[in-house]
């Protein structure tokens, strides 16, 4: 057994800290080992006591004589160290700190956390905690936590890093029907993290579904790594709080400022295959519909219903969702019309009409469940004086058992539905109060194969660049942390991104020559590495047509600078490109889970309109072109109302050379190509701001 099996399956506990009073965590966790079925040997650790709940105690672990597998602490922080110290020389190797008062409490608290950890490298005494609830395993049995009874046995397993939301999801459970396998609360996880614990569920043959509640995400490339292999096999439905929008205050590109903490947990989640929820009532009900439902082959769905109104809404609900109404065959329609009244509808949704009955809705159900082009089926239910509630639910109980794709239902109501809703329940039937809880819950269900399937890229890192680390060595050493523009277009050069032909000129006559070359009109801007946005400076000039022009165009940028007294190299001569579409393409550094790529419509809009997409570095071919094809805009790429579309194949590819270019070079803090114009031809890099982090 390793230390992780010892956890959840240990044969020996001791609980250090035990006690007698029945106001302390120490008595209730004991209690809870003791009554709750845990069949191994029982310590209960209090130099006070001679017994407690009628098991003998011990002043030390080092009294037991026998060997102890798994430590709980439930101890004044004061004395943490000293008792850890001694489980550590009792060889102990897993434990669960339930002791609060630590990192969560300031320095103190962090520099206990400290020297706990140091203890637990030397030894090998692995930690839970601190600050946590506990764990919970229903099949071993085991309760070592101070979270009231157990749970009933079922496939659900939890990891929280909040002992609030364990026990709220606990109390839910209780009253919904819903069980569970394993249960853990990872508190302020200075060791032991939600990483190592998918390892644990990844193997466990009683948990079909994992549910998750994440506050801080330490090392986000492992944890995308570990998510994802879980997630292809057993689904992950995960809330993460925290999501502020603080981080973008300090972004210096367009990139930076649309790139939110909050986007980049729903880039890194859909990297891990996680299902992301934002809410505690869609963890609920995902949880529900993923622990009782098998999966369906797409999205396609069919209603049923004995009402218009929630019919309709349901429609609505569903045209707004991943998940589309199946178009019912002819043949399917006449049998339909054989046993429903004329009043009836055989459409989709399929209206029963209010005086449906139980039979008319299983005669329904029976004939859709016939057809292999519907995947999954929702019923809904409106009391009115002929719907028999209670029979109509176990007709539905009877079909769920035996059929292959997800039946969910919503009977409407309060009162007179109670007891239908608690057939359903216990019969494994998943039921949401409202037909739009039940629509998202299953369009998630159908979205899960969908994102687990696609390929994704976790490589690290494939090799430098020799001319791009020349490139940024030369800025690091110049201790500067922005590129001029000669330099990132050197940058782009280098990775295979085309750019737009320009000259570096640093005199009038030269800026009229270099016009003249590239040809009429022009764009002329300041190559310097202390101005960001080099357009509200007038820095930059566009439409240049004839060399008067461009002489001019030339001295009031030079005037410019040398009023705002900053440096420069000369100015960049660009040819001016005017067909295509303007995108954006972009990076930036997330402190947990490295570069988030952005791509969306660029130009003068992109912070107006915000149609962009964002992914974890690095992609895969797959990843791109899904970032592609997600943005609103994506049919002014394809072609739209005549006008033809542009190369999708180019743009695919920038997209992987940037992602390559800053999972290489992690330095790179962020980076902004916008706009990238792209044609039917030719992707062109236009503006581009590349800075670095000078850590």
Known sequence: MNYLDKIFAPKSVAIIGASRNKDKLGFHVLKNLKDLGFKGRVYPINPKAESILGIKSYSSVLDVKGRIDLAVFIVPKEVIINVFEEAAKKNIKSSIIITAGFGEIGKE??????????????????????????????????????????????????????GAMCTAILDWAIKNCIGFSKFISLGNKIDVDESDIFDVFKKDKNTKVVLGYFE????????????????KIKPIIAIKSGQSKEGAKAASSHTGALTSDAKAVDAAFKKSGIIHVSTIEELFDFSEIFS??????????????????????????ISNSSLRLTKLSAGLKSKLKKVLPTEASVNNPIDLVGDANAKRYEEALKILLGDKNISSILLLLTPQTSTEIEKTAKTIVKFGKKVKIPIVCSFIGGTLVEKGISILEKGGIPHFEFPERAIKALASLADYHKNISMPVSLASKDGRNKK????????????????????????????????AKSYLVKSAKEAMFAAKKLGYPVVMKIVSSEVIHKTEYGLVKTGITSEKHASQSFSEIINNAKKMKINYEGIMVYEMVKSGVELIIGSKEDSSFGPVLMFGLGGTYVELFKDITHAIAPISRQEAT???????????????????????????????????????FPEIKELDINPLNVDGNKATALDIKIILDKK
Do not use: W
């Open 216 to 231: 801080g995400i330490n090392d986000g490339r492992k944890f995308i790594k570990k998510a994802r292999s879980l997630s």
């Open 626 to 664: 899904d970032m592609i094809f997600n943005i609103k805009g994506h049919k002014l790429l394809t072609g739209f109302r005549g006008k033809e579309g542009v190369s999708i194949e180019k743009i695919n590819k920038t997209l992987m050379a940037i992602s390559s270019l800053v999972v290489n």
């Open 468 to 499: 791009v680390a020349h490139i940024l060595n030369k800025v690091a050493k110049e201790n500067r942390s922005i590129l001029n523009d000669k330099e990132t277009k050197d940058v782009m050069k280098a990775i295979g991104v085309s750019v």
């Open 292 to 317: 009782n439902s098998v999966f369906p082959k797409n999205h396609n769905i069919a209603v049923i219903t004995n009402a218009g109104g929630p019919g309709v809404l349901a429609t609505d609900f």
């Open 109 to 162: 608290g962090k520099k206990l956390e400290q020297d706990l950890l140091e203890i637990s490298k030397k030894t090998g005494l692995r930690i839970v905690g601190p600050n946590c609830l506990g764990v919970i395993d229903t099949y071993t049995p085991l309760n070592v936590s101070f979270a009231k009874g157990m749970p009933n046995k079922k496939n659900l397993a939890v990891v929280s890093q909040s």
